[in-house]
């Protein structure tokens, strides 16, 4: 089945052209993107999605393509045209179109896509045993809290990762410290039990599972501290993981090659996967698709 998109008024195939040449976002990476996930039928947590969509668009200066109720129709009947139950969605907005020219118009008008794509869960034997991470100096922007769609330095990193058959890459800045990984959230379980994670800033992505995921430890009853943690700190920890959207909670079970404890995921981090599930499962923001 070929994948149906959304593109400036219009749903079309994905193979159809429909980007204008000098649209800015080719141009310049000039805009902003949200990913959703979709999970049995329900696109979840779109408003909290959506917020951080508004943060990017005003950090940038940028306008909303349309309001947040056609929005969320928009992705309901993009998921709908593409009869998948269990996705993830992207949503893309750019400044809009205009000759290339470093200097815009403020009153440019927004560019959207919608695309949706089947969900790749990670693997049973990823969630029992743990996945490996590398480290590697951070070598983004000085904005990482805006979801922008400039990501070749991630890409980057993700890639250098996957060469050293890891999962994922942790990046480190200048004082040692781990900032996050090049698509996901960072933290460990420190000697006392408190789940340690880096604190929201401009050195991070607010990420919403990472909402979640406090939200969840603080149900549970967990101590959590958000500070910054070095690489020995996790290579020293009692348990480490990371989390996204698309892959929920992840065990992480080495850092740059050193076993993190017995190497098995932990009691907490388990604790915390099955928490989310049922927070998942209970929101009451997901939006049915029929």
């Known amino acids: ?15 159809t052209p429909a980007i204008r040449i000098e649209d800015r976002g080719y141009q310049f990476a000039d805009g902003v993107y949200e990913v959703l996930k979709v999970s049995g039928g329900g696109v979840r947590h779109i408003d909290r999605h959506l917020d951080r969509l508004g943060r990017s668009l005003a950090a940038l200066g940028m306008r909303w393509p349309m309001g947040r109720g056609p929005l969320t129709q928009v992705v309901r009947r993009t998921v709908a045209l593409n009869s998948l139950r269990d996705a993830l969605v992207y949503i893309q907005v750019t ?10 118009d ?4 927004p560019s959207l896509v919608v695309t949706v794509r089947s969900l790749k869960l990670p693997s049973a034997r990823e969630r029992d045993e743990g996945v490996k991470v590398v480290t590697m100096p951070d070598e983004r922007w000085t904005h990482c809290h805006i979801k922008s769609i400039s990501l070749l330095p991630n890409s ?7 060469d050293e058959g890891a999962r994922e890459a942790w990046l480190v800045d200048r004082d040692g410290f781990v900032t996050e990984g090049s698509s996901s959230n960072a933290y460990i ?7 340690v994670t880096r604190p929201l800033g ?10 979640l995921l406090l939200e969840a430890a603080e149900a549970e009853g967990i101590e959590f501290v958000e ?4 690489v020995a700190e996790a290579q020293a920890a009692r348990e480490a993981f990371l989390t996204s959207t698309s892959a929920g909670v992840l065990p992480v079970s080495t850092v740059d090659d050193r076993v993190i404890a017995n190497g098995r995921p932990g009691s907490i981090t388990r604790r915390l996967t099955d928490r989310l599930q049922r927070l998942e499962l209970a929101s009451d923001d997901g939006i049915a698709v029929r």
């Open 106 to 109: 403020a009153n440019l008008k």
């Open 202 to 211: 401009q050195e991070i992505l607010g990420g919403i599972t990472r909402s």
């Open 227 to 230: 500070r910054g943690f070095t």
């Open 95 to 104: 400044r809009g179109v205009a000759a290339r020219n470093h200097l815009f």
């Open 156 to 162: 980057l990193a993700r890639q250098r990762a996957a």
């Open 1 to 15: 089945m070929t994948r149906i998109a959304y593109v400036n008024g219009a749903y079309s195939s994905v193979l």
């Open 189 to 195: 379980v420190d000697e006392e039990g408190r789940l």
